[in-house]
């Protein structure tokens, strides 16, 4: 992983810079009584990151964005297929008691429901819930009759990154997305799940970026 922590040198070039951009490199090297060669790592650490704008001709200018941006490009940086986990999967005449009861065996909040092996919905905790609560019995109703469908189905690629699963799952105010690849049968796109990405994946991961990836 992507070290984020910034040397005492990478510190000291980003305070000279505030102070007295525009810049150039000797400048700050003969500030700092080292020569270019040395520095020239720090800089494009510091430009990379999106810290520092370098300018042609010009030199180097603060470019307001703090520390953080480098915990933004780190989690950018980390794919999907890298912190999904395994899904739990029904198909679609499985009985909401049984959809019920894998939720606490498997200990999810999300059930994927699919059909031929395709996506074709997702039911939550609160899905269930509502479904004992209606008076019906729950082993004739299937998870069918109350899961949310496809098309409206949000879902994430494994390629894509972190971030963007974060983004989602915010967006959409849900806890999980199925992680999908595309099939196109009789010409018709199908979705296959390959994996899962829920709040907890994106929090462990965040546990893991702030103890600097173990
Ligand atoms: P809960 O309902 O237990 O709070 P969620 O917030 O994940 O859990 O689900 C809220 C609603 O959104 C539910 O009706 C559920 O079927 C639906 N849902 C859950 N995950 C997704 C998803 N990835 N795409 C579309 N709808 C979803």
Partial sequence: MVQIELSKRQQRIIEIVKE??????????????????TLRPDLAILTMSGILDARPKVGYFYSGKTEINLFSQEIKNIKVSDIMSVPVIVTENTSVYDAIVSLFLEDVGTIFVVSNGYLMGVVSRKDLLKATLGGNDINKVPVAMIMTRSPNIITIIKDDNALNAAIKIIDHEVDSLPVVEKIIKDEKEQLKIVGKVSKSNITKLLVEICKGGS
């Fill in 20 to 37: 007295q951009e525009p810049i150039t490199s000797e400048n700050i090297a003969s500030i700092l009584s080292v020569t270019r060669a």
